[in-house]
Structure formats: structure tokens, C-alpha cells
């Protein structure tokens, strides 16, 4: 849903002529993905569009920037709002802390809040049949999305996540930066072998990292899942691995194993 967010209005943009030159396409499909079903004032939320900092309406010289926020908005309820509002109430509450219930911020404890909202409410996010095993295109990047959005969400400025990181000759998928330290997070699918480890590990190296993260969204069928360590040792230092189920069998199945 995120990503046909995202794409409607880059559409919308595109089909207006109007320039997006810094992303607003992309910041503003998140705040309304993740943060419209919580706000429950459409003023409140207008005010949140507002805050963004942006340079799409110097480029386009648009009259009324408030004006334009607000025809967007309705647009987007109009399209997305049952949905958004569905998404947010699943994750809410327990499932999605905030900063301030943390016992121990760490980078550890934020990805597993990030797995506890995925195993609960957003698995549907990557597939497009998960009864005939068709994943949604790109798939990891779907999952970098998500996975930058809610660390945002939870730090709420009190840490800084950046997508893509420039390292070497390659891009690391996450860096979070928690009091000063630095932290790297390589996101992968899981549809055949087991990948990310040397790619992380060379990252590691070129930032003279010793802990990297790696994250792993499991869309094995049950009976294909395999076991995968959750610390792995190599030369550049420690790789801590977090498995997320995004295949998980059904309650149902589980019933008739039981029985």
C-alpha cells in the first residue's frame, strides 16, 4: 500500500507537469501511510504535511501551498483513507513504541519493535499472492521503506536514519546513527540461499564497523525454512541477524498439524 501511495502521486505530479526534484512524493506517502490512521484531526494532520521541509513548491511556483496540501489530502483520503486508517489501528498501541517506552534504547530493541509490527500487521505489504507464492515487486526495497519509516517514527528525532548510505563502491541499505554511534542495517529477502553477510561484512570494513545488523524477511514456505544463526562471526567483526516470518503458515494448517 505504501508504495501505490507513492506512485499515485508521483502520477499525479507527473500528469500536472510539476517537478519533485528532493522526494516529496516519498515523504509525504509515509507520513500518510504511517502517521493518518493516529492523527485523527485531518487539521492536525495538514499541519504535519506543512512541517515537511521541502523544495517542491519553490520549483513548481504554486500559488498556495496550503491550498495545495489540502486538494492533495482529499485526493488521498478520497483513494487511501479506509486503508490507512485499517493499518495504523493494527499497529498502535503495543505494537508500535515510541520512544518513550523503550527500557533500553538500542538498535537491537528497535528492530525487534520493527519485527513485531511486521509478523503483526504488515505482512500483506510484500505480496502480491501469498497463496501462489508472488512477491510484490522489489520486495527489499519495500522493506528498507518500511523498516526507515518506523525507526523515524520511534526515534522522532532523537536519532538519524538515512536509506542508501554511501559506502565504498556500494550503498548500505540502513545507517542509524544512536549517541554517536553509528549503526549499519542490511536488508534482504528470503527466497533461495541465505545472502547478506559479505556484503554487510565489506561495509563494515570500509566504516571500521565491528557490529553490523542484518535483517532478513523470511518468505519461505514452511516446509523450505531453514535455520539461520542469529550471531555470525567474520572477519570485519559481529553480524547480528534478526529472521522476520512474512510466509508464516496459517492458523488453520497449524490446527490440522496439531490433529
Known amino acids: 500500500m505504501l508504495f501505490t ?18 522526494g516529496y512524493s516519498v515523504k509525504v506517502a509515509n507520513l500518510y501511510y504511517f502517521q493518518r490512521g493516529a492523527i485523527g484531526s485531518l487539521e492536525e494532520f495538514l499541519l504535519k504535511i506543512h512541517r515537511v521541509k521541502t523544495v517542491f513548491y519553490l520549483n513548481n511556483r504554486l500559488e498556495s501551498r496550503t491550498g495545495f496540501e489540502q486538494q492533495l489530502v482529499s485526493k488521498m483520503e478520497t483513494k487511501f483513507g479506509k486503508y490507512s486508517r485499517q493499518f495504523l489501528g493494527k499497529i498502535s498501541g503495543k505494537r508500535f513504541m515510541p520512544l518513550s517506552k523503550f527500557k533500553r534504547l538500542t538498535i537491537e530493541s528497535l528492530l525487534l519493535n520493527f519485527k513485531s509490527i511486521v509478523e503483526a500487521a504488515a505482512i500483506d505489504s510484500f ?15 519495500i522493506a528498507q521503506a518500511l523498516l526507515a519509516s518506523c525507526l523515524k517514527m520511534a526515534l522522532n528525532g532523537k536519532g538519524v536514519v538515512v536509506r542508501e548510505l554511501s559506502s565504498g563502491i556500494g550503498f548500505v541499505d540502513l545507517a542509524v546513527m544512536l ?17 547478506g553477510v559479505e556484503q554487510l561484512g565489506q561495509y563494515m570494513e570500509t566504516e571500521n564497523r565491528k557490529r553490523g545488523n542484518l535483517v532478513v524477511l523470511d518468505a519461505m514456505p514452511t516446509d523450505r525454512k531453514v535455520r ?7 572477519k570485519s567483526g559481529e553480524i547480528k541477524v534478526l529472521v522476520i516470518d512474512i510466509n508464516p503458515s496459517p492458523p488453520s494448517s497449524l490446527n490440522l498439524l496439531r490433529h
Open 127 to 141: 505480496w502480491k499472492s501469498r497463496k501462489k507464492n508472488m512477491l510484490k515487486d522489489k520486495p527489499e526495497e
Open 228 to 234: 539461520i544463526p542469529t550471531k555470525i562471526e567474520n
Open 179 to 195: 549517541s554517536s554511534t553509528l549503526h549499519l542495517i542490511e536488508v534482504k529477502i528470503l527466497t533461495k540461499g541465505f545472502l
Open 5 to 22: 501511495i507513492q506512485s499515485y502521486l508521483e502520477d499525479h505530479f507527473r500528469n500536472r507537469g510539476l517537478i519533485d526534484s528532493d
